[in-house]
C-alpha cells in the first residue's frame, strides 16, 4: 500500500508556542486531510485540502496542500491544553479510499 | 445533524468466532468506509461501499467482509477471528456523490468499536 510519513512522531511543547507537522508520500494526492483523535475516540476532521499550493486556516490551526501534491503540513498557532492528542494526515488517491500517516502523538505542557 | 454511530462500542470474543459491527452513517451520505486501527500498524483501509456496491478494497484476507444496505447502513464482519485482529474498528462516511467531487470526499469518522479477541 501507499506509504505516508508523518514527522515528527511525537511532541512535546510548553503551552502558548507553535506546532509544526508534516506528511510526505511517494505518490501524488488529490486531497490531503488532517483529522485529530482523542484517546478511545475516532479522528475528527480538522482541515481538509485539494488543490497544490492551497492554504487553508480554521481557526489556530493552518494547512497547506504542497505544490507537488506529495506532502502537506500542518501548523497549531498558540498552543493550548486541549491540543492535546494525535494528529493524522490523509492522502486520497483516485476514488474514496485514503491512506493514512502515521500520526503525531502532541502533548502540551501547561 | 446526528454523526456517524457505530455499535457496539466494544466487543469480547474468542479465537474461531465471528463478529459483526455496525455503522450508521451521516443522513445523506452514500459512502461508508471501513478501517482498522492497531498501535502497531496504524489506520489500514479495508473496503468502501457506495450504494450498496463495493467499490474498493484493501489488503486484507477474505475473512473481512462487508455489505452496504439501501438506507446506507453498512456491517463489517469477521470470520474465524484471530488475536491480531484485535483492533479499533472505525468507519467513515462521506457524501462521495461523484468521484471527482471536492468537499464531497471529507471523510467522517465513527467513534469506533473496539474488538479484543482472546
Known amino acids: 500500500g501507499q506509504q505516508l510519513n508523518q514527522s515528527p512522531q511525537s511532541m512535546f511543547i510548553q503551552e502558548g508556542e507553535d506546532v509544526s507537522m508534516n506528511c510526505t508520500s511517494s505518490?501524488?494526492?488529490?486531497?490531503w486531510l488532517w483529522y485529530k483523535q482523542d484517546p478511545g475516540e475516532g479522528p475528527v476532521l480538522l482541515i481538509a485540502?485539494?488543490?497544490?499550493?492551497e492554504l487553508t486556516s480554521n481557526g489556530r490551526l493552518t494547512a497547506q496542500f504542497g505544490i507537488t501534491r506529495k506532502d502537506s503540513f500542518l501548523n497549531i498557532s498558540a498552543s493550548i491544553p486541549s491540543d492535546v492528542g494525535i494528529y493524522f494526515c490523509a492522502g486520497q488517491l483516485a476514488g474514496n479510499q485514503f491512506y493514512f500517516g502515521t500520526g503525531t502523538s502532541l502533548t502540551v505542557i501547561p | 445533524k446526528a454523526g456517524v454511530t457505530q455499535t457496539p462500542r466494544y466487543l469480547i470474543k474468542t479465537r474461531g468466532q465471528q463478529v459483526t459491527l455496525s455503522c450508521s452513517p451521516i443522513?445523506?451520505?452514500?459512502?461508508v468506509s471501513w478501517y482498522q486501527q492497531t498501535p502497531g500498524q496504524g489506520l489500514q483501509f479495508l473496503f468502501e461501499?457506495?450504494?450498496?456496491?463495493?467499490?474498493n478494497k484493501g489488503n486484507f484476507p477474505g475473512r473481512f467482509s462487508g455489505r452496504q444496505f439501501s438506507n446506507s447502513r453498512s456491517e463489517m464482519n469477521v470470520s474465524t477471528l484471530e488475536l491480531g485482529d484485535s483492533a479499533l474498528y472505525l468507519c467513515?462516511?462521506?457524501?462521495?456523490?461523484?468521484?471527482?467531487?471536492?468537499?464531497?470526499?471529507?471523510?467522517?469518522f465513527g467513534q469506533g468499536t473496539r474488538l479484543t479477541v482472546v
Open positions: 467513515a462516511s462521506s457524501l462521495a456523490t461523484a468521484r471527482s467531487s471536492r468537499a464531497n470526499t471529507e471523510a467522517f
Open positions: 485540502l485539494y488543490k497544490a499550493g
Open positions: 443522513s445523506g451520505h452514500r459512502s
Open positions: 461501499y457506495f450504494s450498496e456496491t463495493q467499490r
Open positions: 505518490s501524488i494526492f488529490n486531497t
